[in-house]
T-cell receptor, first 115, second 110 residues
Framework: DGGITQSPKYLFRKEGQNVTLSCEQN?????MYWYRQDPGQGLRLIYY???????QKGDIAEGYSVSREKKESFPLTVTSAQKNPTAFYLC??????????????FGQGTRLTVV | ELKVEQNPLFLSMQEGKNYTIYCNYS?????LYWYRQDPGKSLESLFV?????AVKQEGRLMASLDTKARLSTLHITAAVHDLSATYFC??????????FGDGTTLTVKP
């Protein structure tokens, strides 16, 4: 079955530690996105990528980094520079880049907690 | 900068009643999406609206798009408890990314 998979589902980070969230899709989508969602709030864009080996900062990129070495994969690293990383992180993929005319498909999310 | 505003942000309604959620956006776009999110879960797509005057219906939900007014509506007919969720609209720009509204949390009471 085609889909988008995020792992882990739950992640605990110690102060000063970098952690990496995985996002893999087998939908053959060109575009991939990372969003952050805080409790009771909407989605804020962290990074997005329209094509392999290229990505752009979203609205809240500080303290995060990404790579897009393969079409299927778009991992997100939450660095120690992100002072308030506790949130629900959602990865999405979408077909077609700038000419897309279909919806985004979302992974099941990773809930990150600082301990 | 594209801004997307939804209203109301919270909606409590009785089963069997009708209501409309509004999504206004600030710059020209002809691609708008509606998503549903259940508590603690991810988002799932409801509707894709790609042109002025587009109307889509699925069950008790109907979405429309007026690109001239920069307005989309999500109409709920004869609400049932299963429709309780948070509903997001998202608007695309030619920059290749979507901007989401803050969501409307719908609670349907018996």
């Amino acid at each position: 079955d085609g889909g988008i998979t995020q792992s882990p589902k739950y992640l605990f980070r110690k102060e000063g530690q970098n952690v990496t969230l995985s996002c893999e899709q087998n939908l053959n989508h060109d575009a991939m996105y990372w969003y952050r969602q805080d409790p009771g709030q909407g989605l804020r864009l962290i990074y997005y990528s329209q094509i392999v080996n290229d990505f752009q900062k979203g609205d809240i990129a500080e303290g995060y980094s990404v790579s897009r070495e393969k079409k299927e994969s778009f991992p997100l690293t939450v660095t120690s520079a992100q002072k308030n990383p506790t949130a629900f992180y959602l990865c999405a993929s979408q077909r077609g880049g700038l000419t897309r005319n279909t919806e985004a498909f979302f992974g099941q999310g990773t809930r990150l907690t600082v301990v | 900068e594209l801004k997307v505003e939804q209203n109301p942000l919270f909606l409590s309604m009785q089963e069997g009643k009708n209501y409309t959620i509004y999504c206004n956006y600030s710059t020209t776009s002809d691609r708008l999406y509606w998503y549903r999110q259940d508590p603690g879960k991810s988002l799932e797509s409801l509707f894709v609206l790609l042109s002025n005057g587009a109307v889509k219906q699925e069950g008790r939900l109907m979405a429309s798009l007026d690109t001239k007014a920069r307005l989309s509506t999500l109409h709920i007919t004869a609400a049932v408890h299963d429709l309780s969720a948070t509903y997001f609209c998202a608007v695309d720009t030619n920059a290749g990314k979507s901007t989401f509204g803050d969501g409307t949390t719908l609670t349907v009471k018996p």
